[in-house]
Structure formats: structure tokens, C-alpha cells
């Protein structure tokens, strides 16, 4: 019995997990397949990054929405970071670095790096809140890095960088220089190296990261504070830095995102769709639909909520109407105890399993 | 050298004086009971030994170093362990994982480690899952070790935070209430297990009890606290003829 607990312990995670990256197989082959027959309209193939993009945004928030529960208001604007950071790069290194297979691994982890370091300085004065301030306090900051970046200029000459806040006449530029971010104008002539295989690498890594994070001493430690903070506390865990972990590690898959979506735009500018309010609101819809702490389902939500609106255009006036409804009734579904229990019957399917532990799934 | 040596301990919020002048000697595996009224200050006297107040002034002192005014988690490190009067277990975690979030500090690998889950990993997890077992099994908790902590009966709740608290090898351990909610039968129980604990692990054990026939039946020194300051202390059956403490408990 002490023997068999403990293995269903570790095969218990590594199953659901397993479920998880099957899921992710089968799509990746299901829209190659569609690519090779060449079945699949302009619109679908157009969403194929950006479904991907929504997808390692909604698992990072996850991350810190469900596994630490700390509610995150301002995920849109480590994505931001990630994407102007990378974006930036790119453009001054594309004539330097010719070859996009060296190129675009390095605008990764520069856009994830640099979002992770803003999620560190952030998040030290933001973590000492709880709750509504802290939901707060983020959302200010995604509002702010957005304004932020509708007033930098930078430019490049010989005589290296400029930046200024006023405009481009104000950056003092020789003769040969070079506007790269202009103000409210963005960024422009970011090389297009997002493909569907490589948002692809990135989704699976990242729902890796996450889910072995989830799984390990450390994911242990943090959904101890989400659980009780003082209990943990007095088991000796550290507080702020688990907090702090959770948090970087977030930022750094939505500074991912961000790479992913100016590499795959031509001109990029912040605005309250892309950058704003409104897209850290979207996320944090496809997490809690998805169920909050639940990587699979936020991959799934992610999916369903990139492609739907898409696919209803052609009832354009239906359109959100019909959007509302999915919302609506995923929310009553999803989580009824018809369902669940369904799901449930699903996934223990011609397993023994005795009473006890179906009480447990 | 007493294990727990606890000096002039207060703290006064505002006005209050909470905890006056507190002082408590306990020897290593002794098991030690604080007792007294509602609203004597017991609880608060165990939040200044594990580092959530910070005393007004004094000192406790552990093994001669000083774990008063020091931060909780710090304080988890050097070796207190506790629990709590109202159950604080991490509720979504399974039985099994509550034991090994108490074990964070005892194996140890790097987040590298667990990410890439390098082979670190699995015979650290596998060390873990084993001594947490073997904890689970003193406690009669290893046939639950996959449910839910929140899915438990009230007293195994109260088994599992001991059991928790244990997990973090601590040289002291505090009990706030362990009785609490507990029917005749569980509590006879209990005592078997905290005895057996004392015993097992070497373990020194202040308990806050309320159930007279606990601590009579297993403290070997109590501490009376009424109103902040200690009223008596010593040996147990002494402290309780004590007319001053039963004026205390029953009142004139």
C-alpha cells in the first residue's frame, strides 16, 4: 500500500501531464498536416502565431494568477517590454546578423530576459500587497509601460545611441543617424521571423517550464503561500523570494509572447488593443474560463477564444454576441459537477482505480 | 543549558501590555504545558517565539542563541517548529505534499534542477517521498497520503499539521490547542501520540491546552499566564492546587 501510493503519486502528475503534451502533438500534426495539403485558408494560417502567442501568455499568467493566486493585472506589459526589447534588437542587428536562425534565438532571450528583469524590479515594492491592491498596482504598471513607450525615441548614429522623450528633432542626431523607436510610430522593419514551428518550440517550452516548476520543491513552496501564507512562513519557506520566482518566471514567458508578436507584425506600436488594458483583461479571461491553476485548460481556452472570433466574422453582427454566449456558458459549464465528473469518468476510463483515489482526481 | 530560555518577555500594543515580563525555562525532551484563561496572552507568547510579533522587550533564547525578534521563517531554520490553534494547512496540497512543503528546507535542489528535472530531481523527489511516508505512517496517515489536505476529518487535520511541523526536523516544537475540538477518545489518542513523538524523535514539546486532563496527564511542568504575566510555574500537580491559579480559572 506505502508502495503503491507513492508511485500513483508521481504517475498521478506525470499522466495528466503527459494528456497535456499529447494534446499539444496532436495539434502541431493535425496543422501540418492541413499546411502540407495545403487545406487551410489564408484566415486560419494568420492565426497560427498569434493562437500560440495567447497560449504562452495564458499559461504564464497562470502561473502567477493560479499557482501563486496572486491576481495580475498588468501581464500585457511584460509582453510589451519583451516585445519592444527584441524588436529593438532586431532592427539594430539586422544588418550585423544576416542569418535569422542566429538572430531570432537571441531577440528571444533578450525579450524574455529583459521582461524578466522588469517583473524582478517591479515586483519586489509590488509583492509586499495583496489582492485588489496588488491588481492594482500591476495594472497601473502595464498602463505605464504602455505610455512609456509612446513617448521614447531612440535613435543610432556614429556616435552610438540617443534617446529622448520630446521627439526625433530633440535626439541631436549626426547626419547619418537613425531613428529605430519613433514615439507613438513604434518600431518599424522588425524582420518577420515568427513561424508557426518556432511559436510552436516556444508554447511547448514554455508549458515545460511551467508545469515542471508546478511539480518540483520550489512550486511545492509556492502554492504553500497560496494556500496559507503565515503556515508556510512557519515551515520555514521564504515568502518573497517564491513570490518573486513565480513572478519573474511569468514575466519572462510574457516577455516571450512579446517577441513572438513583433516579430510577426511590421510596424509595432503600444496601443490599449495590443498593449493595454484590454489584452492583460483578455488573458486573465482565458485563464480563469480555462480554470485558474489549470495549465491544460488554459492552453484549450486560449485556442478556442483566439480562433472563435475569427471564424464568426462572417456573422459579423452576430459576432459578439455569439462570443458572449461561449463565455457564458463555458463559465456555467466548465466547472458544474456534471462535467467534472465527467471529465473525470473520462480520464480514470478502463483504469482500476479504487474508490478512494477517484474521490481524490 | 535549558533548551528554550525565555527572558523578560513583553510586548505591549498600544496601551496593552499583552505578554508582561514573560519567563520560561524548559530542558531538552521535556514536555511542557502553558496554560490559562481565555485571553491571557498564550497565543501571543508563541507569535513572539516564532517571530510574528517582535517583543517591546527581552529575549528567547534557543540553545543560547536568540530567536526572539527574528523573522519567522528564520526562526522555522533554527530550529520551532509549530502549530496552529485554527488549523492552517495548505488545503489544495495532497496529505503527501503538505509533509514535503515541510521538508523545503531538509532536501534541497536547485530550480534548474527541477525544471530541466535532471537526475537530481527524481532521487531527491524519492528521498522526500520517503521520509514524508515515514512520517505519515507514525501519524496513520499514509493510506491518505493522495487526498486532498481540506478532505480530511478535523482530527486527522490536526495529526497532519503535526505532522507538517515534524517534517521540518525542529528541536523545539510548539502546540497551540491540539485538543481542540477533539471528543474524550481522540484526546486520550492524542496524548499517546504526543508522548510517543517526545519520545520517537527526541523531541522537547510546549504545548497550550485548555484540557486540564491533557495537560495533567502529560506535562511535566506547566506555566500559568493570566492577563499577560505569569501567575505560577513548576511542576504540574504543584501549579494546579496552586489557590491563586484555581481563583484564576474558576474565578472567587
Known amino acids: ?361 | 543549558m535549558a533548551l528554550l530560555e525565555v527572558k523578560d518577555l513583553s510586548i505591549h500594543f498600544g496601551g496593552l501590555k499583552a505578554v508582561d515580563s514573560f519567563y520560561l525555562k524548559i530542558e531538552k525532551n521535556q514536555l511542557y504545558g502553558l496554560i490559562g484563561p481565555n485571553g491571557a496572552g498564550k497565543t501571543t507568547v508563541f507569535n513572539l517565539l516564532t517571530g510574528v510579533y517582535k517583543p517591546t522587550s527581552g529575549e528567547a533564547r534557543l540553545d543560547g542563541k536568540i530567536i526572539s525578534g527574528k523573522k519567522t521563517a528564520d526562526v522555522n531554520k533554527m530550529g520551532v517548529a509549530r502549530t496552529f490553534q485554527n488549523i492552517r494547512l495548505f488545503n489544495n496540497l495532497s496529505v503527501l505534499d503538505n509533509v514535503k512543503t515541510g521538508l523545503h528546507n531538509q532536501t534541497r535542489y536547485s530550480m534548474l534542477t527541477g525544471i530541466l528535472k535532471l537526475p537530481g530531481y527524481f532521487k531527491k523527489e524519492a528521498e522526500m517521498d520517503k521520509k514524508a511516508m515515514e512520517l505519515l505512517e507514525v501519524f496513520d496517515l499514509h493510506n491518505e497520503a493522495q487526498t486532498l489536505a481540506c478532505n480530511l476529518p478535523y482530527g486527522k487535520q490536526r495529526k497532519l499539521e503535526i505532522a507538517r511541523a515534524l517534517a521540518t526536523n525542529p528541536k523545539l516544537l510548539l502546540l497551540d490547542e491540539p485538543a481542540a475540538g477533539m471528543n474524550p477518545n481522540e484526546t486520550q489518542e492524542l496524548m499517546d501520540t504526543i508522548r510517543f513523538i517526545r519520545d520517537k524523535f527526541d523531541m522537547t514539546i510546549l504545548l497550550i491546552e485548555h484540557d486540564m486532563r491533557l495537560v495533567s496527564g502529560i506535562c511535566e511542568e506547566i506555566t500559568v499566564l493570566n492577563f499577560g504575566q505569569v501567575l505560577a510555574s513548576g511542576e504540574t500537580s504543584e501549579v494546579l492546587k496552586n489557590p491563586e491559579v484555581v481563583t484564576a480559572y474558576l474565578g472567587e
Open chain 1, 1 to 361: 500500500m506505502k508502495q503503491g501510493s507513492r508511485l500513483s503519486n508521481m504517475k498521478k502528475s506525470t499522466k495528466t501531464n503527459g494528456i497535456t503534451y499529447l494534446m499539444l502533438l496532436v495539434a502541431f500534426i493535425v496543422v501540418q498536416i492541413f499546411t502540407a495539403t495545403d487545406s487551410m485558408t489564408n484566415l486560419i494560417k494568420g492565426l497560427l502565431v498569434p493562437a500560440c502567442i495567447y497560449i504562452i501568455m495564458a499559461v504564464s499568467l497562470n502561473l502567477t494568477v493560479g499557482i501563486l493566486g496572486e491576481l495580475s493585472l498588468g501581464h500585457a506589459g511584460f509582453m510589451c517590454v519583451g516585445a519592444f526589447a527584441s524588436s529593438f534588437f532586431s532592427v539594430c542587428m539586422r544588418d550585423v546578423i544576416t542569418s535569422e536562425w542566429v538572430r531570432f534565438p537571441l531577440a528571444i532571450i533578450i525579450g524574455g530576459v529583459v521582461a524578466a528583469l522588469f517583473g524582478f524590479i517591479v515586483g519586489i515594492p509590488v509583492l509586499r500587497l495583496r489582492g485588489d491592491y496588488l491588481a492594482i498596482v500591476t495594472l497601473a504598471f502595464g498602463e505605464i509601460i504602455k505610455n512609456l513607450m509612446n513617448v521614447l525615441y531612440v535613435g543610432l548614429d556614429s556616435n552610438g545611441f540617443h534617446f529622448s522623450m520630446k521627439g526625433t528633432t530633440d535626439l541631436g542626431m549626426e547626419a547619418d543617424g537613425k531613428v529605430i523607436v519613433k514615439g507613438a510610430l513604434g518600431i518599424t522593419g522588425t524582420p518577420r521571423d515568427s513561424t508557426f514551428v518556432v511559436a510552436f518550440i516556444l508554447v511547448v517550452i514554455t508549458v515545460f517550464v511551467v508545469l515542471n516548476v508546478v511539480n518540483s520543491r520550489q512550486g511545492r513552496a509556492i502554492m504553500s503561500i497560496r494556500d496559507n501564507r503565515i503556515a508556510a512562513e512557519s515551515i520555514g519557506i521564504n515568502i518573497t523570494k517564491y513570490k518573486l520566482m513565480a513572478f519573474v518566471v511569468s514575466a519572462f514567458f510574457a516577455g516571450i509572447a512579446g517577441v513572438l508578436y513583433s516579430h510577426n507584425i511590421a510596424t509595432l506600436t503600444a496601443t490599449t488593443n495590443n498593449f493595454g488594458y484590454n489584452m492583460s483583461i483578455m488573458v486573465l479571461v482565458y485563464v480563469v474560463l480555462g480554470g485558474i491553476g489549470n495549465i491544460r485548460g488554459s492552453i484549450i481556452a486560449a485556442v478556442i477564444l483566439t480562433v472563435l472570433p475569427e471564424l464568426l466574422r462572417e456573422f459579423s453582427d452576430y459576432r459578439m454576441l455569439v462570443y458572449s454566449l461561449v463565455l457564458i456558458f463555458m463559465m456555467l459549464f466548465s466547472s458544474s459537477p456534471a462535467m467534472v465528473n465527467f471529465r473525470e469518468k473520462l480520464s480514470l476510463k478502463g483504469k482500476n482505480k479504487s474508490k478512494k483515489e477517484k474521490g481524490v482526481a
